[in-house]
């Protein structure tokens, strides 16, 4: 089942380049997430958000920005990629009711930056 | 600040060794926690919350508010637990990680 899809799986770009990753989910739910995770390092939140008009940084949005085009749709930007971007990245969606916190995720982007 | 910390990056045990996952968090609010578990080539997925205080896969947590742990145990592992581990905290909202335990259950 594929609820929560990430667009492209994997991706190679030179430094300075500016690349989109996307995510679409058909769970209905209103808050989006994208997370980067690094051995070592666990996953780290970088943007979040709880509606259409609603975006938040996390604790390391430096070097990217966000874009909530539908309920369903939630596209990370790099605007200039450097390498130490590199990453795993994974969007996540939650519910926003009370017993509907569990968070589902995509199958991850493989970013390498070089 | 709300935090999360897995102490074991790697944890390595024999097929039907008790395991124990370690998790402890730091938050001010009312904690609500959550075991997730990523096998090989798979995306992350709920292992189980304390709220639920359910067995998974035989897999238990408990809530320890006055240790601030919720570590994850299974009585007898076996092979196919092996996977990355993490333990997660819902404060203010969002979902923080701790940075992930690898589990390997060897034959």
């Known amino acids: 089942d594929a609820d929560v899809t990430q667009t492209p799986r994997n991706r190679i770009t030179k430094t300075g380049k500016r690349i989109m990753l996307e995510c679409s989910q058909t769970?209905?739910?209103?808050?989006m997430y994208w997370y980067r995770q690094d051995p070592g390092l666990g996953l780290r939140l970088i943007y979040y958000?709880?509606?259409?008009?609603?975006?938040n940084k996390g604790e390391i949005s430096d070097g990217y920005s966000v874009s909530r085009q539908a309920q369903a749709k939630f596209s990370l930007s790099l605007e200039s990629a450097i390498p130490n971007q590199t990453a795993l990245y994974f969007c996540?969606?939650?519910?926003?009711?009370?017993?509907?916190?569990?968070?589902?995720f995509g199958q991850g982007t493989r970013l390498t930056v070089v | 600040a709300q935090r999360v910390t897995q102490p074991e990056k790697l944890l390595s045990v024999f097929k039907g060794a008790p395991v124990e996952l370690k998790c402890n968090y730091s938050?001010?609010?009312?904690?609500?926690l959550f075991w997730y578990v990523q096998y090989s080539r798979q995306r992350l997925q709920l292992l189980l919350r304390h709220i639920s205080r359910e067995s998974i896969k035989g897999f238990t947590a408990d809530l320890n508010k006055g240790e601030t742990s919720f570590h994850l145990k299974k009585p007898f592992a076996q092979e196919e637990d092996s996977a990355m581990y993490y333990c997660a905290l819902r404060a203010f909202q969002k979902l923080v990680f701790g940075t992930g335990t690898r589990l390997l259950v060897s034959p």
């Open positions: 958000s709880f509606d259409v008009k609603d975006i």
């Open positions: 996540a969606t939650s519910g926003s009711g009370q017993g509907d916190t569990e968070a589902f």
């Open positions: 769970k209905g739910h209103d808050r």
């Open positions: 938050y001010s609010g009312s904690p609500e």
